[in-house]
């Protein structure tokens, strides 16, 4: 028990996979046993993805924690673990996949059954290939490389990895019957040259790790139901897939109930997911919107500015750069939804799905032309009582690495605020073991979120205090109060009303969740267009860690 805790213990948020691997290589057991309570549920979803089976997973699980274990030294970067893991994850799972397979086809039946379809589609992709072909399949369609990242890998010009993929295709294709595919070489992701419609869908809740919507024919069923109900010959039709395929596609989607099914036998979607070209009418809107606040925004930055240097920051070193991010987050971010918000119509609560999580999904067919919408907010750990809450300000266009955000890491960063800097005196004051208190304050150091003052210890970000939220307050809601009702909540409200005019009207519910949605994009496009005009400095890439990182004593007004 006592084992069972430390590994607990350790496999928290507050210790990073480097420093774990550090000490696995300095012959610390336990580190490594942490390593594993952290990732092995992410391994068995890997390994069930290939095989389809929790018990040959759970196998595969065990030969890649012996691998990874075994070969540890030879992983240069700690903090690369989890990829690195996951790589030898899918080699294991594809090992027992191809013994399971000669062992299938050796005792096949002689009558032809979904089974063997499946196995022959194993076999194919796994014997009729080459070791190269069957690489650049496995690269491109279930680890999401680009072709371009493929050709660096292989040395070989893009073209040859296009060719490969489409003759490797059409090997698939051709034991099924199915018409082979001509006219230009180019990945499945091609509209021309393929059925295949891909679906950029983003969470709001918690899914499981492993949907049906991972599956490229999943999201091209969705995108050809998101409007008018069909059944499984009309949807394989369009497709261009064998209905036995569709139907395993909607069995999945039903089960995680993203698709219902009518009285009469036709299938359609249970969430928002866009076509191309009303998504594209959409973001015109936006942009429109967020234009208009930018410019209202950029002329009041004066006053935004003489605020910020009324407070006691400037003297602490921090550079306007840092603290303009900081202070236009706010503006932007939640001074505009303390405005925007209550204009728009309440949130249904997040529907119960059957593996039991609770979210919404939405999304929109992807298209060149279509980027991933900028989000801002700021990221913040909920304080326990008398504890500091701190964040940091996301900005997903950029490169910046994750955050643990933990209760141990507040606690010490609270102790180091008022003062305290010894781990003794952290332990003892806020409830840590002192081994705990010297790794969180060590992983802190490390990720620059506090630093040394001679023998004292220092937090490395602003805090705001209600002397700076009275300073502050006034002016982000004088600025942002008529923005935030007149311009961004009413925006909002008549982009959802208007998808029932387009086909969607079937999920009227959902509108308020895209509202608060469209708000978002909204906000997000105000901060892009800072940066374009070059009144906010784009962020370092990559961005630091402490970066645009704030803590507050009194959150409930600003947030």
């Known amino acids: ?163 490969i993929l489409h003759n490797s295709r059409n090997s698939l294709r051709a034991l099924f019957g199915l018409p082979i595919r001509k006219g230009a070489i180019s990945t499945m992701t091609t509209e021309s040259t393929s059925p295949g419609r891909n679906l950029l869908w983003w969470v709001n809740g918690r899914p499981p790790h492993d949907t049906p919507l991972d599956s490229l024919l999943g999201q091209t069923v969705i995108l050809t139901v998101n409007k008018k109900a069909m059944n499984i010959e009309q949807i394989a039709k369009r497709v261009q897939a064998h209905p036995q395929f569709v139907q395993d596609a909607i069995n999945g989607l039903l089960r995680e109930e993203l698709l219902t099914k009518t009285s009469s036998g036709r299938y359609r979607t249970n969430f928002l997911a866009l076509d191309a070209a009303d998504r594209r009418d959409i973001n015109a809107r936006i942009k ?128 180091v605020y008022r003062g305290v800097s010894e781990p003794e005196a952290i332990a003892h004051d806020y409830g840590l073991l002192v081994g705990q208190a010297r790794e969180v304050l060590a992983s802190l150091i490390e990720s620059r979120l506090i630093k040394r003052q001679g023998e004292a210890l220092a937090l490395n970000f602003p805090v705001i205090t209600p002397r700076e939220e009275e300073i502050l307050l006034p002016v982000l809601d004088d600025v942002t109060a008529p923005i935030g009702r007149e311009m961004i909540g009413l925006a909002a409200v008549e982009l959802a009303d208007g998808l029932a005019g387009t086909g969607y009207g079937h999920l009227k519910a959902q509108f308020p969740i895209w509202a608060g949605w469209f708000r978002l994009e909204i906000e997000s496009l105000v901060i892009r267009e800072i940066i374009e005009r070059g009144v906010l400095p784009p962020m370092p890439d990559p961005v630091p860690v402490e970066f645009a990182m704030i803590g507050w004593l009194n959150p409930s007004r600003l947030l």
């Open 1 to 163: 028990m006592r084992e069972e805790l430390v590994n607990n213990r350790l496999a928290g948020e507050g210790i990073t996979d480097a420093i774990l691997v550090r000490r696995v290589l300095t012959g610390e057991r336990a580190a490594f046993d942490a390593l594993v309570t952290r990732h092995r549920g992410t391994v068995l979803q890997q390994a069930y993805v290939f095989l389809r089976n929790w018990e040959d997973a759970e196998d595969a699980a065990q030969q890649a924690f012996l691998q990874a274990f075994t070969r540890l030294q030879d992983l240069r970067e700690g903090s690369k673990f989890r990829g690195w893991l996951l790589a030898i994850t899918r080699h294991c799972a594809l090992h027992l996949q191809r013994q399971a397979v000669d062992v299938e086809l050796t005792d096949a039946l002689p009558a032809p059954r979904l089974d063997d379809i499946l196995v022959e589609y194993i076999r194919a992709s796994l014997e009729e290939l080459s070791a190269r072909n069957r690489s650049v399949l496995v690269w491109h369609y279930l680890d999401g490389l680009s072709v371009r990242e493929i050709a660096g890998r292989l040395g070989i010009p893009e073209g040859s990895v296009k060719r």
């Open 288 to 415: 429109q919107v967020g234009t208009q606040v930018a410019e209202i925004i950029i002329k009041r930055l004066p006053k935004l500015e003489a605020a910020w240097n009324r407070t006691e920051w400037p003297p602490q070193g921090y550079r306007w750069a840092v603290g303009s991010w900081i202070t236009i987050g706010l503006f932007v971010r939640k001074a505009l939804e303390r405005h925007a918000t209550p204009l728009l119509p309440p949130s249904p609560p997040q529907p119960l799905r059957p593996g039991g999580f609770h979210y919404w999904i939405g999304g929109h067919e992807e298209a060149p032309d279509l980027a991933k919408p900028y989000v801002t907010g700021f990221h913040i750990w909920p304080p326990e009582p008398d504890m500091l809450a701190y964040g940091y300000f996301i900005y997903y266009a950029s490169n910046r690495p994750r955050i643990m955000l933990s209760s141990e890491r507040g606690r010490a960063l609270t102790a």
